[in-house]
Nanobody
Framework: QVPLIESGGGLVQAGESLRLSCVAS????????MGWFRQDPGKERIRVAS?????????YLEDSVKGRFTISRDAAKNTIYLQMNNLKPEDTGVYHC???????????WGQGTQVTVLS
């Protein structure tokens, strides 16, 4: 069983929206905060968003996505979502879902899902 399965990326025009999904194992989902990171070859890894491991828990959004992205979780589905609105070309990258400890990814690191935003 793959610990994390990411989906939802795609190719869009600037101003459009995408929703990323990440299905986690029950154990990971209930014991860890979860988040989305963006990393491309040769570039620094950025924590885009994260959410605590209980309903109503705190969330983190990187400054450049505040007001445009929303992170949420569905405990019944062991799934977190990243709703990405008003996408910009600078949002382009590979988005990875991960368990999060102290703002850093821990555990399984999958292939991610590609988001490409055209200007």
């Amino acid at each position: 069983q793959v610990p994390l399965i990411e989906s939802g990326g795609g190719l869009v025009q600037a101003g459009e929206s995408l929703r990323l999904s990440c299905v986690a194992s029950r154990d990971t989902f209930t014991t860890h905060a979860m988040g989305w990171f963006r990393q491309d070859p040769g570039k620094e890894r950025i924590r885009v968003a994260s959410i605590a491991n209980y309903n109503g828990g705190g969330t983190y959004l990187e400054d450049s996505v505040k007001g445009r992205f929303t992170i949420s979780r569905d405990a019944a589905k062991n799934t977190i979502y990243l709703q990405m609105n008003n996408l910009k070309p600078e949002d382009t990258g590979v988005y990875h879902c991960s368990a999060v400890v102290a703002g850093l990814p821990v555990g399984f690191w999958g292939q991610g899902t590609q988001v490409t935003v055209l200007s």
